[in-house]
């Protein structure tokens, strides 16, 4: 059983920068792979970043290169999604999930356990 909460989201303006932090708990944290997706109004959920448990693999979806960054501390049990360069579409609920998988998988229905959510607001 892995248990997340999310933290760090807010409002900021165009251009700026925010750094999410999900904490974990449970045994097998540093063996997950860990991914960041986010759901706006109205719009299914999508995949941000992953991260293998060692940090040897990482995704990132097209919109989101060069501008957001994933990293993970697994002796602090944690995950975070360092965003850059924020824009008004990326204004969404941002969850992170875990998933026993090997790979930086991207589909959700590989995520065992999600997070609440934190809202993250980008205004123009």
């Known amino acids: 059983q892995v248990q997340l909460v999310e933290s760090g989201g807010g409002l900021v303006q165009a251009g700026g920068s925010l750094r999410l932090s999900c904490a974990a708990s449970?045994?097998?944290?540093?063996?997950?792979?860990m991914g960041w997706f986010r759901q706006a109004p109205g719009k299914g959920r999508e995949i941000v970043a992953a991260?293998?448990?060692?940090?040897?693999?990482?995704y990132y979806t097209d919109s989101v290169k060069g501008r957001f960054a994933i990293s993970r501390d697994n002796a602090k049990n944690t995950v975070y999604l360092q965003m850059n360069s924020l824009k008004p579409e990326d204004t969404a609920v941002y969850y992170c999930?875990?998933?026993?998988?090997?790979?930086?998988?991207?589909?959700?229905?590989?995520?065992?356990?999600w997070g609440q959510g934190t809202q993250v607001t980008v205004s123009s």
């Open positions: 999930a875990a998933a026993q998988s090997d790979y930086a998988t991207i589909f959700t229905s590989n995520y065992d356990y």
């Open positions: 991260i293998t448990w060692n940090g040897s693999e990482k």
């Open positions: 449970g045994r097998t944290f540093s063996k997950n792979t």
